[in-house]
């Protein structure tokens, strides 16, 4: 039987989207998630091809489906028509123009490592459109795009960031975007502290 690896050992993905560095807020973001404890565990700086983008979105072959709907449920929740009543109409739409927002200028890929670290970053990243993001969040708190101005002007929604949406996802997307080799594996000291059955070694 393997042995089931431990929660410190989660991983996600985070991709600084070209918003994002555009408006400097690399520092920030990169602070938000470091001060929570995680560790950083890969970090590149690329400029994609829309084919990688299109992959990256298709690897979860729900996404189309999932994020249709989500977008239906915006609409209707703020008591608007959305554009089509057809999920994969719309996700065809938003495909197009994510290619072209993630290949507009570099964008920053990162792996972090953490006890539930996919939930927690998803949680302070915010949700997908900032118009309706919680204050407090990143997406929430730096940005104020919606679904509704972005299907207007017929661009994918501005939210400054990806973020793996839940731990199988990151388990697709971590090699899609970082060969084996570019995660470093290592010990950070305040792991004890986060993670330790017992806290020994404090006092002298
Ligand atoms: P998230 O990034 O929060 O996981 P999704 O996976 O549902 O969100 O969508 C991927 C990305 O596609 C979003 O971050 C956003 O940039 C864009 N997007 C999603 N829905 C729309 C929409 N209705 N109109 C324009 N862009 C969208
Ligand atoms: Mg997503």
Same mark, same amino acid.
């Given at each position: 039987?393997?042995? /089931?690896?431990? /929660? ?46 299109? /992959? ?59 006890? #539930? ?30 679904? /509704? ?12 960031? #990806? ?42």
């Amino acid at each position: 039987m393997t042995q /089931q690896k431990h /929660q410190r050992e989660d991983r996600t993905l985070v991709i600084i989207k070209p918003d994002g560095i555009q408006r400097s807020l690399i520092g920030e973001i990169i602070k938000r998630y470091e001060r929570l404890g995680f560790k950083l565990v890969g970090l590149k700086m690329l400029v994609p091809t829309p084919e990688f983008i299109e /992959q990256h979105y298709t690897l979860d072959t729900a996404w189309r489906q999932k994020t249709g709907e989500k977008t239906i449920a915006g609409y209707e929740k703020k008591g608007l028509e959305p554009p089509s009543r057809d999920p994969l109409e719309i996700t065809a739409k938003i495909l197009a123009n994510l290619k072209k927002y993630l290949t507009a200028g570099p964008v920053i890929a990162m792996v972090w490592q953490g006890a #539930h670290v996919v939930e927690i970053i998803r949680k302070v990243t915010g949700g997908t459109e900032p118009l309706t993001s919680d204050v407090g969040t990143i997406r929430g708190d730096f940005v104020f795009d919606s679904y /509704q101005m972005s299907d207007n002007d017929n661009r994918a929604v501005r939210n400054l960031i #990806h973020a793996s949406g839940s731990p199988g996802e990151a388990e697709r997307e971590i090699p899609h975007w970082f060969k084996r080799e570019e995660l470093v594996s290592y010990k950070v000291f305040q792991e004890k502290i986060l993670y330790d059955v017992n806290l020994d070694g404090i006092l002298e």
